[in-house]
């Protein structure tokens, strides 16, 4: 079996930042004698797969064309697709801690057995956390991910996201903005800390830079009493605080908080004036009832008080901005109203990652693919429940 990691994992330390694709492919041919190997980045909308060699190239289109690299891209498995000619093409996910980058091709001259697929795999692992370091060093990966040019206001707010998805004990988390290239103030954060997890969802106010703006100084507010220790109540205290002496009330962003302590399966949330919380049970989409409190940066020296609620094994929770709650297309009624929880009962077989996708596509449809009138977010939270003896359960 070709010992693939560790050979790729050196080269890669070693590789200029944005030559992690070359390089990959390099040990992989003398490792495993591959024909090629090529590397396909998802774009914004995780609609399609595009060659970081060459992105312009007309074979790197949207993911219904490449019904091999779609199922190792939603499925997260590897997918081999052997040709006529005997050679063999491995489709390897490319993801670290959850978020899924995109997809590694390597072509071998034969079909591989499975203690060389797995080698692979872990070589495609290796690349992937690379190419996750080095994505501040270049902007070779996200020009090869960008399908139009993006607005100011958008390179500020997907510059500001921890990520599009992860994956930390027993939850898995996705989120999505839309439009992609557009968006403006919507956004969500969050942020991995032993059992805990914090996660911020924000329906930002307004549009353009003036939006994204205000955005970033809200995220990182709270980020910066997150980072120094602080409570979610001081997470949000201070970032009210800051938006209120900066606009003095005339602005202000509706935000959720939560935390969920992955261990017990019991969220704590601060609700100022937030985004909606829906829960997905059973096959049975119902909102969580949560007590609204105001906007952060509405008043001086505003205090919040947390509220609680416990999760069950299986749970998913969707948090969704006005732009998809209230979203009213013409002659419509909201697509928060029945066509929403319809778009989230079809999820109950996906993954957050895929979830989150499938509830804005049915967006864009409801919209009969007309652009958005205002910035969407969507985020999911899937619990799986933790089988630790020393779970506290019932709550």
Known sequence: M??????????????PPDQLAETAEAVLRQTFGAVRAEVFVADYRSSGLWPVLDPARPDGGPLRSHGVA???????????DTADD?????????????ERLGVLMVELPGTPDAATVAAARDAAG?????IRAADRETDRYRRARRRERLSMAAEMQWDLLPGRSVRHGDVLLAGQLEPAYTVGGDHFDWSVDGDRLTVTVLNGAGNGLSASLLTAVTVNAMRNARRSG?????QAELASDTIFYQH?????????????????GVVRAVDAGSPH??????????????????????????????????LEPGDRLFVVSDGVYAAEPDEQEPYGNRAMARAMRSTRLQPATEAVGTVMRELHAYHADADLRDDAVVVCLDWRGSNRPDDVTGQ
């Open 70 to 80: 779609q199922r190792c891209f939603s499925s997260q498995q590897p997918v081999l």
């Open 248 to 264: 003095r009330g005339e602005r202000h962003v509706a935000t959720l908080l939560l935390e969920l302590d992955d261990r017990r």
């Open 230 to 234: 602080g409570s979610l109540v001081e």
């Open 277 to 310: 919380v829906l829960r997905l049970r059973g096959g049975r989409v119902t909102p969580v009832m949560l007590e609204q409190q105001l906007p952060l940066g509405m008043f001086a020296e505003t205090r919040y008080a947390v509220q609680e609620f416990a």
């Open 86 to 98: 005997g050679r063999c093409r491995a489709y390897l996910p490319l993801s670290v801690w959850g």
């Open 2 to 15: 070709p010992e693939a990691s560790g050979p790729v994992s050196r080269a890669l330390r070693t590789a």
């Open 126 to 130: 290796d690349l992937a956390l690379a």
